[in-house]
């Protein structure tokens, strides 16, 4: 289902992910169920970028896994030391920050996992490293779910950028993939697409561009 009917295959993937971490979760957990969570928050924005929009560079597989998981362990350990709620959930959510940017798995809800988990070591519930049991289940049920899902649904995932123009003869590129690189690095910014699919998307204009004047000469 794509175009139109794109937020369904989202929105029934999503829901079937988080069913199947719960269901799995809870199975895992067995006699500890009644005191671990069997579903943390943060994954539902996880499975709103693994299945809305899974070509993202921040909803890849080990953005998903290791961005939660890294800022779910970094925020149970500064939740633990410093005992402090008010302060453990920036701490956390920095750290995690600056953890996942240099190994590469930055992803938005790994700075929910990272306060999620300062404020539950660092407040009255004290949680302990057993909770990243829960969170690993859900983590990666969710990845795997995502994984079949998207990929029996049309959308390759961990996402490759889309193939060259079946004609290259009619594609006039005037641009490489460096130009691009260097317009990013001239913005200073992060733009929430890959490198190789911003190429791929002009190259698919120009073809479509050289297509228009042929027709209309």
């Not at 069913?19 to 957990?29: F, K, M």
């Not at 959930?89 to 300062?118: D, E, K, Q, S």
């Not at 983590?139 to 290259?168: C, D, E, K, Q």
Request: proline share 6%; glycine share 10%; hydrophobic share 55%.
């Amino acid at each position: 289902m794509r175009g139109h009917l794109g937020w369904l295959r989202g929105a029934l993937g999503a829901a079937l992910a988080i069913i199947l971490s719960a269901v799995v979760t809870w199975l895992l957990l067995g006699s500890k169920s009644a005191a671990l969570p069997w579903v943390v928050a943060p994954l539902g924005a996880s499975a709103v970028l693994v299945f809305a929009v899974p070509a993202s560079p921040l909803a890849q597989p080990w953005s998903v896994v290791g961005g939660n998981l890294i800022s779910a362990a970094i925020g149970i350990g500064i939740g633990m030391y410093t005992g402090s709620a008010m302060l453990a959930p920036g701490l956390a959510v920095g750290v995690a920050i600056a953890v996942m940017t240099f190994t590469r798995c930055l992803h938005p809800p790994g700075g929910a996992c990272a306060l999620l988990c300062a404020l539950g070591a660092a407040g009255g519930e004290a949680w302990t490293w057993a909770y990243l049991l829960p969170i690993t289940a859900n983590v990666l049920t969710l990845a795997l779910v995502g994984m079949i899902y998207n990929n029996l649904t049309g959308h390759s995932w961990p996402h490759r950028a889309p193939p060259p123009a079946s004609n290259p003869a009619l594609v006039r590129c005037s641009h490489t993939r460096s130009d691009i690189e260097d317009v990013l690095a001239d913005w200073d910014e992060v733009l929430d697409v890959d490198i190789d699919d911003l190429d791929a998307f002009l190259r698919e204009v120009n073809r479509h561009v050289a297509r228009r004047e042929i027709v209309e000469r």
